[in-house]
């Protein structure tokens, strides 16, 4: 048998290597092992939303057929006008329904967006989402590293002039940042653009995180809001975290005319579209304004959570900052500690808490660890107790 040498050149997943490893340690031990490592969130989507997709689900007719087939392949027409109405209130911009795709599973698309690019290299902030790298290796791309570090604010270094392979194609860029918080203003997309232009890059902004903010203070930016960005860039969204859509899959992108033709030229390839019933979820989650109270109730206590997490970090010693959005935080780990053994050795096997090593989101993120906002309460301060009690440094 003959099988790609590209998948040997791929780490497997981090994410379920630390899932297995607290599997083991939760039977050897017989105490399960708190989960603070992955961003799922720990309310299911709000009931009217549930209600809408079982509706829709129940019509008849509502299976029949493939949905790009049943339905207007960008969208159905409702949930594309609650996308332009969505961008309307929150960045003030005016889209138009060409500008917009709506798509399934975010990371299915991050991952196949990178195959729109003839070979070449894709620059990779480091540390970032784990899925970026093996998606361009895999589509026969380069890659090269880009730093973030505190002296950056944990925003990448995009030195597009100094490119020595001369063959830069695209670059990902996920805003707020998963996993250091890290949250990038205007002027830093303005200053962008212009290295986009003169090195004729695309933006792939992966914005899954896009309006998980705590307060008026942080305004992430959209691509819509710099004007000619849409042209070169693709604005990646998706409803898991903004709306705990985590096991149904759907989201959206935005950009120029042009850039959505070529993405469902190549969507259409791998892809049937996205259910009806799941876009009439959408529509419900976007337009009715007691989901939004509930997502913004829900923010409020994740804030709350998120100061107790801190507070309590902070008087073990642990150094971190606090994010002004993402549901994670970015803890830096004891002096004198690997951040994979830390986490391992100490946090895992003796104190039962399961977080992300740092480096497990590039080189970049060596001596840090993550962990997710997406515990109660309870569960918060029992981690706390139980990192306490195995504290030697």
């Not at 340690?25 to 720990?42: S, Y």
């Not at 620059?123 to 290796?137: G, I, M």
């Not at 996205?274 to 509930?294: D, F």
Request: hydrophobic share 35%; proline share 6%; with cysteine.
């Amino acid at each position: 048998m003959k099988f790609s040498s590209s998948l040997e050149n791929i780490p497997d997943y981090p994410f379920q290597r630390v899932a297995r490893i607290s599997r083991k340690v939760t039977e050897r031990d017989g105490v399960k092992v708190i989960n603070a490592r992955i961003g799922i969130p720990d309310r299911e989507a709000p009931e009217t939303v549930k209600k809408a997709m079982t509706k829709f689900l129940l019509e008849e007719h509502s299976t029949l057929g493939y949905p790009c087939d049943a339905h207007p392949e960008r969208g159905i027409p409702e949930l594309i006008d609650a996308i332009i109405e969505n961008y309307r209130q929150k960045h003030a911009v005016s889209l138009k329904p060409e500008n917009i795709v709506v798509t399934g599973w975010n990371k299915e698309v991050l991952f196949n967006m990178v195959r729109l690019f003839e070979r070449g290299t894709v620059y990779v902030p480091d540390p970032v989402y784990p899925v970026y790298e093996p998606a361009s290796l895999l589509a026969n791309h380069n890659v090269k590293r880009v730093r973030m570090a505190t002296d950056t604010k944990w925003l990448p270094e995009f030195d597009f002039d100094g490119d020595s392979s001369g063959n830069l194609v695209a670059f990902y860029f996920c805003d707020p940042n998963n996993p250091t918080g890290s949250v990038a203003d205007r002027e830093f997309y303005v200053s962008l653009l212009e290295k986009m232009k003169a090195a004729g890059a695309t933006g792939i902004f992966d914005k899954a995180y896009k309006d998980y903010t705590y307060d008026d203070n942080t305004r992430p930016i959209s691509i819509t809001q710099v004007p000619g960005m849409m042209d070169h860039g693709f604005e990646v969204v998706s409803f898991s975290k903004h709306y705990n859509f985590v096991g149904v899959g759907l989201g959206w992108i935005v950009s120029s005319e042009e850039n959505i033709s070529r993405w469902l030229k190549l969507s259409s390839q791998y892809s049937q579209g996205v259910e009806w019933y799941k876009q009439k979820a959408g529509v419900e989650a976007l337009t009715n304004p007691s989901v939004r109270e509930e997502m913004q109730d829900y923010r409020k206590e994740l804030k709350e959570r998120r100061d107790t997490f801190v507070r309590g970090l902070r008087e073990l010693g642990l150094e971190v900052a606090i994010p002004g959005a993402t549901p994670y935080l970015w803890i830096k780990v004891p002096e004198g500690y690997d951040d994979e053994k830390f986490v391992l050795d100490v946090l895992i096997d003796k104190a039962h808490v399961a977080l992300m090593p740092g480096s497990y989101f590039g080189n970049n993120g060596r001596g840090y660890m993550r962990a997710t906002l997406f515990l109660s309460k309870a569960e918060i301060e029992e981690v706390l107790g139980r990192i306490e009690k195995v504290k030697s440094w």
